[in-house]
């Protein structure tokens, strides 16, 4: 009897120290260190930034832990100032910026993917430039952005430099990324643009503009950046990453999620998820538009391993300041947050 009480002892002892072992496995994400984040972006109604309303509108921050406040800016220069000067803790912008940024001895990272491709066109007017033959045409003009020192400025002065036009040739005016970008192309203040959609896509349907360069799909961006270019993202402070782990890979976690949810999402989802305002008011308009960039939205959240050394080609081709040899793509993005939130969610 004594030698079948110890036999149950140690087996009950056993199976308690088996699920000792196995108990951290089953454990919930650790807490964010940081639960309520400030985000700046640069004109959230535009698709670039789709997957940021998704996760937002469909409860993914708060699912994680997180209570995200969101400031919307004109453009991403300013949503990166925001950054900059510390009244935000993370910004959805353009990858591009981590390598302005280190150029400057200023280092942020990105830790998740939101756009494959920039999703960015330029068109003239066809009223102020009807006889245009080409980018040289547009010396001296005013060309519209969402803000300076944003993509969409960015896109503007690659097309431009390649026809051996200066950014000092032109003048760039901040149009934002909504109505007033288009409000301000009807009433001819600019000569061209360059911007995201669903604008773009408006414009042109109603003969506002010529498309001249296109990055909405992939094969454009490949076209135009001659490889694979990263769009919009999660960028931060390395530091701030450091600090708080836990905090980004809830961001990313719920980030990854939204991005699943697209891949299946039809227009009526979208229309149903979306903020009223953002369809400008053409249910319709917005679904083209909405077509037109859908393959450029990223997948699962990992940046394409050739991405950066796309995006450090194409700023060096027209910055001074952005010297390839001094850049450690590196130390501008980590994937590991996104391959973890990819696990997570079978993205």
């Given at each position: 009897?004594?030698?079948?009480?110890?036999?149950?002892?140690f087996?009950?002892g056993?199976?308690?120290?088996?699920?000792a072992?196995?108990?951290?496995?089953?454990?919930?994400?650790?807490?964010?260190?940081?639960?309520?984040?400030?985000?700046?972006?640069?004109?959230?109604?535009?698709?670039?930034?789709?997957?940021?309303?998704?996760?937002?509108?469909?409860?993914y921050?708060?699912?994680e832990?997180l209570?995200?406040?969101?400031?919307?800016?004109?453009?991403?220069?300013?949503?990166?100032?925001?950054?900059?000067?510390?009244?935000?803790?993370?910004?959805?912008?353009?990858?591009?910026?981590?390598?302005?940024?280190?150029?400057?001895?200023?280092?942020?990272?990105?830790?998740?993917?939101?756009?494959?491709?920039?999703?960015?066109?330029?068109?003239?007017?066809?009223?102020?430039?009807?006889?245009?033959?080409?980018p040289?045409?547009?010396?001296?003009?005013?060309?519209?952005?969402?803000?300076?020192?944003?993509?969409t400025?960015?896109v503007?002065?690659?097309?431009?430099?390649?026809a051996?036009?200066?950014?000092?040739?032109?003048?760039?005016v901040?149009?934002?990324?909504?109505?007033?970008?288009?409000?301000?192309?009807?009433?001819?203040q600019?000569?061209?643009?360059?911007n995201?959609?669903?604008i773009?896509?408006?414009?042109?349907?109603?003969?506002?503009?010529?498309?001249?360069?296109?990055?909405?799909?992939?094969?454009?961006?490949?076209?135009?950046f001659?490889?694979t270019?990263?769009?919009a993202?999660?960028?931060?402070?390395?530091?701030?990453?450091?600090?708080?782990?836990?905090?980004?890979?809830?961001?990313?976690?719920?980030v990854?999620?939204?991005?699943?949810?697209?891949?299946?999402?039809?227009?009526?989802?979208?229309?149903?998820?979306?903020?009223?305002?953002?369809?400008?008011?053409?249910?319709?308009?917005?679904?083209?538009?909405?077509?037109?960039?859908?393959?450029?939205i990223a997948?699962?959240g990992?940046?394409?391993?050739d991405?950066?050394?796309?995006?450090?080609?194409?700023?060096?081709?027209?910055?001074?300041?952005?010297?390839?040899?001094?850049?450690?793509?590196?130390?501008?993005?980590?994937?590991?947050?996104a391959?973890?939130?990819?696990?997570?969610?079978?993205?």
């Amino acid at each position: 009897m004594t030698t079948d009480l110890s036999r149950r002892t140690f087996t009950a002892g056993a199976a308690l120290a088996a699920a000792a072992v196995a108990a951290p496995a089953l454990r919930a994400q650790p807490r964010p260190e940081k639960t309520r984040i400030s985000l700046a972006v640069g004109g959230k109604a535009a698709f670039y930034y789709l997957p940021l309303t998704i996760s937002e509108q469909l409860g993914y921050f708060k699912a994680e832990g997180l209570d995200v406040e969101i400031s919307d800016f004109a453009g991403g220069a300013k949503a990166l100032q925001a950054l900059m000067g510390g009244s935000a803790d993370i910004v959805n912008g353009a990858y591009e910026h981590t390598i302005n940024m280190q150029a400057r001895n200023q280092f942020i990272q990105e830790f998740v993917l939101m756009g494959r491709a920039p999703q960015i066109s330029m068109g003239v007017s066809p009223k102020a430039l009807p006889n245009y033959r080409g980018p040289a045409d547009l010396k001296g003009k005013k060309i519209g952005v969402s803000a300076p020192g944003s993509s969409t400025n960015m896109v503007a002065n690659l097309v431009l430099s390649r026809a051996g036009v200066k950014a000092s040739d032109v003048s760039f005016v901040g149009v934002g990324t909504s109505s007033g970008a288009i409000a301000a192309m009807r009433a001819g203040q600019i000569d061209a643009i360059s911007n995201t959609d669903p604008i773009m896509t408006m414009l042109e349907q109603k003969g506002d503009v010529k498309i001249i360069s296109d990055t909405r799909t992939l094969k454009g961006a490949q076209d135009v950046f001659g490889g694979t270019m990263p769009a919009a993202c999660l960028y931060t402070r390395a530091d701030f990453i450091k600090a708080n782990p836990n905090t980004c890979q809830a961001l990313a976690n719920a980030v990854v999620r939204g991005l699943k949810w697209l891949q299946t999402a039809g227009p009526s989802d979208i229309i149903k998820t979306v903020p009223e305002t953002y369809l400008l008011g053409d249910r319709a308009l917005y679904l083209a538009s909405f077509n037109k960039i859908r393959e450029a939205i990223a997948l699962d959240g990992l940046l394409p391993e050739d991405g950066p050394k796309t995006a450090l080609r194409a700023l060096a081709s027209f910055e001074p300041e952005v010297q390839p040899q001094k850049i450690d793509l590196a130390r501008t993005y980590t994937n590991d947050f996104a391959r973890r939130a990819k696990d997570k969610y079978k993205a």
